[in-house]
């Protein structure tokens, strides 16, 4: 009998099944979108039981499409959209809120609160991470604060918080009766509760949040045995056993074991990881300090992490709201037809900037309109707002680590777009590197899990499973990048200190509106 590892990737928008060969390649899967949901301006969430629900779905499609049973399965690995919190009830199993996205502004006055006179960077030498409306943990506090009956039940022992992984986690492993509460190091270093020395809950910080102790998950590393499948579930006996955060997954996929080695994902955002080996390297430029992966009892590694908010959202709004595509695949049909963006720059701070600027008061903004300005402009600039947003970031880490980056490893949905990618190269002036298996979330994920459970020996079968798909070498002359660039900064600073009390005041209105 054949085995295989089954991964399951909790995404921004959809979740995932994907069961994988021991050469690393996809064997089956199943996927399913869950409803975006927008209560007001800036808030984003979802719905917990209908994660849960489609993550039983998806693994049911990709074991049915497989032609498997849970008997092929010798390993579970969990990858997840990472700063989402969820509160739940530990007895009812049901969540008291909806989960909070990381997309989700509705903090930005409980983190200006937190930081008070040390402003957003009170924390960050300890956590790696500035006070931004980005993190898990002023999420739980305004959860507590806001929904009626949840701080008593918190203070009595009887809710728990997690991001997305633990939450499916402890549903597959039982739920209220006996579910495992787990998270893992890369997840907990999204939290702003996790020391990033000590890889343990700060206290200090927990009760400046006002988050008992007793709702956090346990922290673990990305690769051991956490538990099994609960009987009746459709992995039973099976053992789940690596959790990795969608970024750092990706990272692990990509085999980018050595230090100095990075890659990015172009998924719902963009992020892009830089390895820095046993080293907690501090941002100077706007970056954030994570933890990469820890296998078993092996030292964690770190990362240094530029966080994109918005790129292929980008293009979903442009589907949903706009209409200017009928399918995400058309945005590249339509840049094709014209030569450049015709002086056009879109800046989707949609939920204000994320690195290197972390700027919570921007909003997003299309520059540069003229009557010759077309549809096909405007997708053009749509994309190419991706790849100006992936250098700034770069810039920062060629500036934080004092290396510059000779290619680029690339993966994520978007990566197909074979124009994007060749405008990347050509505004980062590197070659960028498609893997034969985009997949690398997931397959990250799957690598994690299989390496607790001996199926891989370790990051050695991932360096020889993976295998260039495709390399864009840049084209474009020195003179027309430096041009264009500058005239992508010239657009971010147009989006800056947008929001004041009354810019909140018409948002608030016009969701009462919409509703």
Not at 172 to 189: E, K, L, Q, R, Y
Request: net charge negative.
């Amino acid at each position: 009998m054949t085995d295989y590892v089954l991964s399951i990737d909790q995404g921004t928008t959809s979740s995932r099944a994907i069961v994988f060969t021991h050469e690393g390649t996809i064997h089956s899967s199943g996927q399913l979108e869950h409803e975006q949901i927008f209560p007001k301006a800036g808030w984003v969430e979802h719905d917990p039981a209908e994660i849960w629900g489609n993550v039983r779905e998806v693994v049911g499609q990709a074991l049915t499409r497989g032609n498997l049973t849970y008997d092929n399965i010798v390993a579970v690995g969990i990858t997840n959209q990472r700063e989402t919190a969820v509160v739940w009830d530990k007895n009812t199993g049901e969540a008291v809120y909806n989960a909070i996205v990381w997309q989700d502004t509705r903090t930005d006055k409980i983190a200006a609160e937190l930081g008070g006179d040390e402003g957003p960077e009170k924390y960050k030498a300890k956590v790696g991470l500035p006070l931004a409306t980005y993190f898990a943990g002023p999420k739980v506090k305004w959860v507590l604060d806001n929904v009626e009956g949840a701080r008593e039940k918190a203070e009595a022992g009887d809710l728990l918080f997690g991001t997305t992984d633990s939450w499916v986690v402890w549903n597959m492993t039982g739920g209220p009766d006996g579910g495992v509460h787990i998270t893992d190091v890369t997840n907990a270093s999204r939290t702003m509760l996790m020391d990033l020395k000590t890889l343990s809950w700060d206290e200090g910080i927990a009760a400046d949040m006002g988050i008992p102790m007793s709702m956090l998950p346990e922290i673990k590393s990305s690769s051991e045995v956490y538990g099994h499948g609960r009987k009746g579930g459709l992995v039973p006996g099976v053992p789940i056993s690596g959790i990795l955060g969608d970024q750092q997954a990706a990272t692990f996929g990509q085999a980018c074991f050595e230090k100095g080695m990075s890659k990015n994902t172009y998924g719902t955002g963009n992020f892009m990881l830089l390895n820095t080996g046993t080293e907690i390297v501090p941002s100077e430029n706007g970056l954030l300090t994570t933890v990469c992966y820890k296998i078993g009892d092996q030292d964690a590694v770190y990362a240094l992490e530029g966080s994109i908010a918005v790129s292929g959202s980008l293009v979903q709004w442009l589907r949903d709201n706009i209409g200017i595509i009928s399918d995400a695949p058309e945005i590249e049909t339509l840049a094709k037809k014209v030569d450049d963006n015709g002086g056009c720059y879109v800046v989707p701070a949609f939920s204000g900037l994320f690195a290197p600027y972390w700027k919570d008061d921007a909003r997003g903004a299309i520059v540069g309109l003229t009557r010759y300005v077309n549809k096909n402009h405007i997708a053009r600039a749509a994309l190419e707002s991706t790849a100006f947003q992936t250098r700034e970031v770069l810039d920062a880490m060629n500036a934080d680590s004092g290396v510059d980056l000779a290619e680029l490893r690339v993966d994520g949905g978007m990566v197909a777009n074979e124009t994007l990618m060749q405008f990347q190269a050509d505004i980062l002036g590197v070659d960028v590197v498609r893997p034969e298996v985009a997949e690398t979330t997931a397959l990250g994920a799957a690598y994690a899990a299989g390496i607790a459970v001996g199926f891989w020996d370790g990051e050695q079968d991932v360096i020889d499973n993976w295998k260039e798909g495709k390399r864009w070498s840049p084209q474009m002359k020195d003179n027309e990048q430096a041009r264009l660039y500058r005239n992508w900064k010239k657009a971010v600073t147009r989006t800056f200190d947008w929001v004041d009390e009354d810019t909140e005041a018409e948002e608030a209105s016009a969701s009462e509106a919409a509703e």
